[in-house]
Protein backbone atom coordinates (compact mmCIF):
# COMPACT_ATOMS: atom_id res chain seq x y z
CA UNK A 1 0.00 0.00 0.00
CA UNK A 2 1.18 2.85 -0.84
CA UNK A 3 0.32 7.24 -0.58
CA UNK A 4 -0.16 9.08 -3.56
CA UNK A 5 0.39 12.38 -1.65
CA UNK A 6 2.23 13.51 0.88
CA UNK A 7 1.18 17.26 2.33
CA UNK A 8 1.64 18.74 6.12
CA UNK A 9 -1.15 18.11 8.28
CA UNK A 10 -2.73 20.77 9.43
CA UNK A 11 -4.37 21.34 13.15
CA UNK A 12 -7.92 20.95 12.24
CA UNK A 13 -8.18 18.05 9.74
CA UNK A 14 -12.22 19.71 9.04
CA UNK A 15 -11.47 23.29 7.94
CA UNK A 16 -8.63 24.22 6.06
CA UNK A 17 -7.58 26.66 4.00
CA UNK A 18 -7.91 26.86 0.19
CA UNK A 19 -4.48 25.72 -0.71
CA UNK A 20 -5.00 22.71 1.41
CA UNK A 21 -6.96 20.93 -0.75
CA UNK A 22 -4.97 19.14 -3.62
CA UNK A 23 -6.99 19.12 -7.19
CA UNK A 24 -5.52 15.47 -7.77
CA UNK A 25 -6.56 14.17 -4.57
CA UNK A 26 -10.27 15.13 -4.68
CA UNK A 27 -10.62 13.91 -8.34
CA UNK A 28 -9.18 10.79 -6.90
CA UNK A 29 -11.29 10.99 -3.98
CA UNK A 30 -14.23 12.08 -6.60
CA UNK A 31 -13.34 9.03 -9.15
CA UNK A 32 -13.41 5.81 -6.51
CA UNK A 33 -15.82 7.22 -3.58
CA UNK A 34 -18.30 9.57 -6.00
CA UNK A 35 -22.10 9.86 -4.76
CA UNK A 36 -24.03 6.92 -4.83
CA UNK A 37 -21.18 4.36 -4.84
CA UNK A 38 -21.66 1.73 -3.02
CA UNK A 39 -18.74 0.89 -0.34
CA UNK A 40 -17.21 -1.75 2.20
CA UNK A 41 -15.60 0.01 5.46
CA UNK A 42 -14.13 -1.23 8.54
CA UNK A 43 -13.78 0.47 12.23
CA UNK A 44 -11.47 1.20 14.15
CA UNK A 45 -8.84 -0.07 11.69
CA UNK A 46 -10.55 -3.61 12.45
CA UNK A 47 -9.61 -5.15 9.21
CA UNK A 48 -11.64 -7.99 10.25
CA UNK A 49 -15.07 -6.58 10.77
CA UNK A 50 -16.31 -5.71 7.07
CA UNK A 51 -19.88 -3.58 6.13
CA UNK A 52 -21.52 -1.89 3.03
CA UNK A 53 -22.62 1.30 2.79
CA UNK A 54 -23.08 3.67 0.63
CA UNK A 55 -21.83 7.59 0.06
CA UNK A 56 -25.35 9.67 -0.17
CA UNK A 57 -23.67 13.39 -0.39
CA UNK A 58 -21.10 15.19 0.07
CA UNK A 59 -20.83 17.94 2.26
CA UNK A 60 -18.53 21.54 1.52
CA UNK A 61 -18.70 24.18 3.62
CA UNK A 62 -21.40 23.01 5.74
CA UNK A 63 -23.71 22.58 2.60
CA UNK A 64 -25.03 19.20 1.74
CA UNK A 65 -24.59 17.97 -2.35
CA UNK A 66 -26.63 14.88 -3.24
CA UNK A 67 -25.79 14.20 -6.91
CA UNK A 68 -22.41 13.31 -8.35
CA UNK A 69 -23.03 15.70 -11.31
CA UNK A 70 -22.89 18.52 -8.44
CA UNK A 71 -18.84 17.91 -8.83
CA UNK A 72 -18.10 20.39 -11.35
CA UNK A 73 -14.82 19.20 -13.41
CA UNK A 74 -12.24 20.11 -16.18
CA UNK A 75 -11.65 18.62 -19.54
CA UNK A 76 -8.88 16.05 -17.47
CA UNK A 77 -12.32 15.18 -14.85
CA UNK A 78 -9.95 17.62 -11.85
CA UNK A 79 -12.62 18.94 -9.60
CA UNK A 80 -12.99 22.79 -10.25
CA UNK A 81 -15.97 23.62 -8.04
CA UNK A 82 -19.08 22.59 -6.47
CA UNK A 83 -23.23 22.81 -7.59
CA UNK A 84 -24.77 24.04 -4.35
CA UNK A 85 -28.70 23.92 -4.03
CA UNK A 86 -29.24 28.34 -4.03
CA UNK A 87 -28.03 27.35 -7.79
CA UNK A 88 -24.75 29.12 -6.64
CA UNK A 89 -21.52 27.55 -7.15
CA UNK A 90 -18.76 27.15 -4.98
CA UNK A 91 -15.07 27.37 -6.61
CA UNK A 92 -12.51 25.34 -5.76
CA UNK A 93 -10.19 27.56 -4.46
CA UNK A 94 -13.12 28.62 -1.26
CA UNK A 95 -13.32 25.25 -0.55
CA UNK A 96 -11.99 25.01 2.92
CA UNK A 97 -14.38 22.42 4.11
CA UNK A 98 -14.98 18.86 2.89
CA UNK A 99 -17.07 15.86 4.18
CA UNK A 100 -18.82 12.72 3.40
CA UNK A 101 -22.39 11.54 4.54
CA UNK A 102 -23.08 8.11 4.79
CA UNK A 103 -25.86 5.86 6.77
CA UNK A 104 -26.27 5.12 10.11
CA UNK A 105 -25.60 1.37 9.91
CA UNK A 106 -25.60 0.98 13.62
CA UNK A 107 -27.69 -2.05 13.46
CA UNK A 108 -25.26 -4.23 11.52
CA UNK A 109 -23.08 -4.22 14.75
CA UNK A 110 -25.68 -7.04 15.97
CA UNK A 111 -24.08 -9.67 13.52
CA UNK A 112 -21.09 -9.23 15.57
CA UNK A 113 -20.30 -11.18 18.58
CA UNK A 114 -20.12 -10.42 21.75
CA UNK A 115 -16.38 -10.25 21.81
CA UNK A 116 -16.04 -7.65 19.09
CA UNK A 117 -19.01 -6.01 19.97
CA UNK A 118 -17.17 -5.19 23.37
CA UNK A 119 -13.78 -4.24 21.43
CA UNK A 120 -15.73 -1.14 19.33
CA UNK A 121 -17.18 0.05 22.84
CA UNK A 122 -20.55 0.92 24.50
CA UNK A 123 -20.60 3.94 21.95
CA UNK A 124 -20.56 1.11 19.23
CA UNK A 125 -18.66 1.96 15.98
CA UNK A 126 -19.84 5.47 15.04
CA UNK A 127 -18.46 7.06 18.29
CA UNK A 128 -17.32 10.85 17.74
CA UNK A 129 -13.92 10.64 16.50
CA UNK A 130 -13.52 7.02 15.49
CA UNK A 131 -11.69 5.82 12.33
CA UNK A 132 -14.19 4.34 9.80
CA UNK A 133 -12.10 3.43 6.43
CA UNK A 134 -13.57 3.05 3.32
CA UNK A 135 -12.51 0.88 0.69
CA UNK A 136 -13.76 1.16 -2.83
CA UNK A 137 -14.36 -2.16 -5.86
CA UNK A 138 -12.90 -1.05 -8.60
CA UNK A 139 -12.47 -3.44 -12.13
CA UNK A 140 -8.70 -1.91 -12.06
CA UNK A 141 -5.56 -3.33 -10.91
CA UNK A 142 -5.88 -1.09 -7.46
CA UNK A 143 -8.37 -1.15 -4.33
CA UNK A 144 -8.91 2.53 -3.11
CA UNK A 145 -9.42 3.30 0.17
CA UNK A 146 -9.46 6.38 2.38
CA UNK A 147 -9.65 7.24 6.58
CA UNK A 148 -12.20 8.88 7.55
CA UNK A 149 -12.94 10.28 11.44
CA UNK A 150 -16.68 10.06 12.56
CA UNK A 151 -17.80 13.71 12.92
CA UNK A 152 -21.45 13.19 14.64
CA UNK A 153 -24.29 11.26 13.91
CA UNK A 154 -27.15 13.52 12.98
CA UNK A 155 -30.76 12.47 12.04
CA UNK A 156 -31.85 14.29 8.73
CA UNK A 157 -34.06 17.24 8.80
CA UNK A 158 -34.59 18.49 5.21
CA UNK A 159 -33.95 17.27 1.44
CA UNK A 160 -33.97 13.67 0.15
CA UNK A 161 -32.82 12.00 3.72
CA UNK A 162 -34.83 13.78 5.62
CA UNK A 163 -35.83 11.69 9.01
CA UNK A 164 -33.19 9.31 8.28
CA UNK A 165 -30.63 8.95 10.61
CA UNK A 166 -26.85 9.29 9.14
CA UNK A 167 -23.06 9.66 9.87
CA UNK A 168 -20.92 12.71 8.85
CA UNK A 169 -17.49 11.78 8.00
CA UNK A 170 -14.24 13.70 7.49
CA UNK A 171 -11.05 12.24 4.77
CA UNK A 172 -8.17 12.48 5.57
CA UNK A 173 -6.79 13.16 2.22
CA UNK A 174 -3.27 11.74 3.41
CA UNK A 175 -4.27 8.61 3.91
CA UNK A 176 -5.93 8.18 0.48
CA UNK A 177 -4.40 5.05 -1.05
CA UNK A 178 -4.72 2.91 -3.98
CA UNK A 179 -3.00 -0.88 -2.53
CA UNK A 180 -1.80 -3.34 -5.62
CA UNK A 181 -4.34 -6.40 -5.87
CA UNK A 182 -1.12 -8.33 -6.63
CA UNK A 183 0.54 -7.71 -3.50
CA UNK A 184 -2.49 -9.22 -1.41
CA UNK A 185 -0.68 -10.28 1.63
CA UNK A 186 -1.29 -14.30 0.83
CA UNK A 187 0.58 -16.96 1.61
CA UNK A 188 0.24 -19.95 -0.88
CA UNK A 189 1.06 -23.49 0.88
CA UNK A 190 -0.44 -27.24 0.26
CA UNK A 191 -0.62 -28.00 4.24
CA UNK A 192 -2.98 -30.56 4.98
CA UNK A 193 -6.15 -29.61 7.06
CA UNK A 194 -9.08 -31.14 8.35
CA UNK A 195 -12.70 -29.08 7.91
CA UNK A 196 -15.31 -29.35 10.51
CA UNK A 197 -18.62 -28.25 9.11
CA UNK A 198 -21.11 -30.09 11.41
CA UNK A 199 -21.79 -31.62 15.06
CA UNK A 200 -21.14 -34.85 15.10
CA UNK A 201 -19.62 -35.41 11.65
CA UNK A 202 -16.22 -36.67 11.16
CA UNK A 203 -13.94 -33.82 9.65
CA UNK A 204 -13.58 -33.80 5.68
CA UNK A 205 -10.10 -33.89 4.81
CA UNK A 206 -8.78 -31.17 2.66
CA UNK A 207 -5.61 -28.77 1.93
CA UNK A 208 -5.38 -25.77 3.18
CA UNK A 209 -4.32 -24.08 -0.37
CA UNK A 210 -4.06 -20.24 0.94
CA UNK A 211 -4.03 -17.85 3.94
CA UNK A 212 -4.67 -13.92 4.22
CA UNK A 213 -5.38 -11.52 7.05
CA UNK A 214 -9.15 -12.05 6.33
CA UNK A 215 -9.44 -15.25 4.72
CA UNK A 216 -8.43 -19.13 3.71
CA UNK A 217 -9.32 -21.39 1.28
CA UNK A 218 -9.42 -25.04 1.71
CA UNK A 219 -9.19 -27.20 -1.74
CA UNK A 220 -9.86 -31.02 -2.20
CA UNK A 221 -7.16 -33.14 -1.97
CA UNK A 222 -7.99 -34.75 -5.17
CA UNK A 223 -10.44 -34.35 -8.04
CA UNK A 224 -12.72 -37.56 -6.93
CA UNK A 225 -13.54 -35.79 -4.19
CA UNK A 226 -16.65 -33.11 -3.47
CA UNK A 227 -16.01 -30.27 -0.72
CA UNK A 228 -19.01 -30.56 1.70
CA UNK A 229 -22.25 -29.14 1.28
CA UNK A 230 -22.11 -26.03 3.20
CA UNK A 231 -24.57 -22.47 3.00
CA UNK A 232 -22.54 -18.72 2.86
CA UNK A 233 -22.52 -17.56 6.68
CA UNK A 234 -22.18 -21.51 8.05
CA UNK A 235 -19.82 -21.33 11.03
CA UNK A 236 -16.87 -23.75 10.24
CA UNK A 237 -13.60 -25.05 12.37
CA UNK A 238 -10.25 -25.48 10.56
CA UNK A 239 -7.86 -27.48 11.80
CA UNK A 240 -4.09 -27.92 10.41
CA UNK A 241 -0.99 -28.40 11.61
CA UNK A 242 2.55 -27.03 10.86
CA UNK A 243 5.96 -28.77 12.07
CA UNK A 244 5.66 -30.62 15.03
CA UNK A 245 2.72 -31.40 16.58
CA UNK A 246 2.79 -28.76 19.02
CA UNK A 247 1.94 -26.22 16.22
CA UNK A 248 -1.79 -26.89 15.74
CA UNK A 249 -4.24 -24.58 14.44
CA UNK A 250 -7.97 -24.81 15.60
CA UNK A 251 -9.90 -21.28 13.29
CA UNK A 252 -13.15 -20.76 13.57
CA UNK A 253 -15.06 -18.68 10.80
CA UNK A 254 -17.95 -18.35 8.47
CA UNK A 255 -18.41 -19.80 5.05
CA UNK A 256 -18.39 -17.34 2.32
CA UNK A 257 -18.15 -18.89 -1.13
CA UNK A 258 -17.96 -22.68 -1.65
CA UNK A 259 -17.94 -24.77 -4.76
CA UNK A 260 -17.53 -28.39 -5.75
CA UNK A 261 -13.45 -28.11 -5.45
CA UNK A 262 -12.93 -25.94 -2.95
CA UNK A 263 -14.46 -23.77 0.03
CA UNK A 264 -13.05 -19.85 1.31
CA UNK A 265 -13.55 -19.74 4.73
CA UNK A 266 -13.84 -15.91 6.21
CA UNK A 267 -11.10 -15.83 9.89
CA UNK A 268 -12.81 -14.90 13.20
CA UNK A 269 -11.36 -16.77 16.01
CA UNK A 270 -8.48 -18.50 16.91
CA UNK A 271 -8.60 -21.34 19.80
CA UNK A 272 -6.24 -20.71 22.21
CA UNK A 273 -5.73 -21.17 26.39
CA UNK A 274 -9.00 -23.93 26.40
CA UNK A 275 -11.07 -20.70 24.31
CA UNK A 276 -11.84 -19.24 21.20
CA UNK A 277 -10.86 -16.02 21.21
CA UNK A 278 -10.90 -13.28 18.26
CA UNK A 279 -7.95 -13.89 15.71
CA UNK A 280 -5.44 -10.87 16.63
CA UNK A 281 -3.13 -9.45 13.95
CA UNK A 282 0.05 -10.91 15.55
CA UNK A 283 -2.15 -14.67 15.24
CA UNK A 284 -1.88 -13.95 11.88
CA UNK A 285 1.76 -13.25 11.73
CA UNK A 286 2.14 -15.83 13.41
CA UNK A 287 1.12 -18.77 10.79
CA UNK A 288 2.21 -16.64 8.17
CA UNK A 289 5.34 -17.20 9.65
CA UNK A 290 4.94 -21.32 10.41
CA UNK A 291 3.43 -21.51 6.17
CA UNK A 292 6.33 -20.00 4.90
CA UNK A 293 9.05 -21.75 7.15
CA UNK A 294 6.86 -25.51 7.42
CA UNK A 295 10.48 -27.19 8.44
CA UNK A 296 10.83 -24.55 11.42
Known amino acids: MFSFFSRRKTSDSESR ?14 NYFPIGRKLRYYPEYQREIVFQTIVIAYRVNDQFIYSRDAVLTNADGVP ?7 KKNLALEKLTKFQILVPDTTDMERTLDYFTRAELGRA ?16 ERGIPTVDTKVDRRQTMTVGPYADSSTILLTP ?7 ADKRQKQRVQTATPAELHFAADTPGFRCELADFSELMLRLNVQNASEIMPAMTPETVVMVDFQMGDAANVYRIRGKVFRRADDFCVIKLEHLYKNGTFEKIKMMDIIEI ?9
Request: proline share 4%; aromatic share 8%.
Open 17 to 30: SASAFDPAQLKMLA
Open 80 to 86: TGFALAD
Open 172 to 178: DFDSLTL
Open 124 to 139: GQFRQGNAITLVAETS
Open 288 to 296: KTGLLNPDS
